[in-house]
């Protein structure tokens, strides 16, 4: 139900994702789920929302500057299996990788037609916005993991506690 996601900044290389999943998994940390973006669309999504609710704090070339730059790293976020999540956060701490970590929402649900649709229409008719998701599924007849990050977590948890 409730569980910790990381989400960290990486190089956008060719190999940076590998050495990642390499140190984890030689220290038997399993991940869950993971998405990877390149940051300049996140940062993007900052402007957006800066450009709603704040006045600019810097030129437009700064702005147009800090785009280019950011498409040069990448955001992850990753769910690590249960009980992972402090011997992940410790690992990613010394090999310096500059992270933070969210409460989400992680429900397995039937993978069938339909059944994302109820979880997301119970958000909205309890007043919950999500701010994104992500999911996967192994095989048509297994379970489907999927990743929530409510605006509200607390009600979100009240909501989908089994």
Do not use: W
Request: proline share 4%; glycine share 6%; charged share 25%.
């Amino acid at each position: 139900m409730v569980r910790t996601e990381i989400s960290l900044f990486m190089k956008n290389v060719p190999g940076e994702l590998g050495k990642l999943t390499n140190f984890l998994g030689s220290e038997g940390i399993n991940i869950d789920a993971i998405t990877i973006q390149d940051a300049s669309s996140y940062v993007q999504e900052l402007f957006k929302g800066r450009g709603k609710s704040l006045k600019r704090i810097a030129s437009a070339a700064s702005y147009n500057s800090m785009r280019k730059d950011s498409a040069e790293v990448a955001l992850v976020r990753l769910l690590p299996a249960d009980g992972m999540t402090n011997k992940a956060i410790d690992l990613l701490s010394t090999h310096e990788y500059i992270f933070d970590i969210m409460p989400v929402i992680a429900l397995e649900l039937d993978n069938k037609p339909g059944e994302l649709a109820k979880v997301t229409t119970k958000f909205g008719e309890e007043g919950i916005n999500i701010n994104y998701v992500y999911g996967s599924v192994s095989s048509p007849d297994e379970k489907c993991l999927f990743v929530f990050c409510p605006e509200d977590i607390d009600l979100a948890a009240k909501i989908f506690h089994k």
